[in-house]
């Protein structure tokens, strides 16, 4: 296991990731960017996907999410 997912879970008040997967996020020159999307039962995380980084991108709380809508690009 990774100690900065580890310490990402436990710092949320989770007790374990549902789901992960990386994904690519469109920047603004139209390149995808790696990160790692991260799913707990409390909050949803951005992660890069480099280990050189360990920065934290984004967290954003569950009750906070209206709907999640999938590209019809994909």
Same mark, same amino acid.
């Given at each position: 296991?990774?100690?900065?997912?580890?310490? !990402?879970? &436990?710092?949320?008040? =989770?007790? @374990?990731?549902?789901?992960?997967?990386?994904?690519?996020? $469109?920047?603004?020159?139209?390149?995808?960017d790696?990160?790692?999307?991260?799913?707990?039962?409390?909050? !949803?995380? &951005?992660?890069?996907? =480099?280990? @050189?980084s360990?920065?934290?991108?984004?967290?954003?709380? $569950?009750?906070?999410?209206?709907?999640?809508?999938?590209?019809?690009?994909?």
């Open positions: 296991k990774d100690a900065r997912v580890e310490t !990402i879970v &436990l710092r949320s008040g =989770s007790n @374990k990731v549902t789901f992960s997967e990386q994904v690519g996020k $469109i920047n603004r020159s139209l390149k995808s790696p990160r790692i999307l991260m799913m707990t039962d409390l909050a !949803i995380f &951005l992660l890069p996907n =480099s280990p @050189k360990r920065k934290l991108k984004r967290t954003i709380n $569950i009750r906070d999410i209206a709907a999640v809508v999938l590209s019809p690009y994909c």
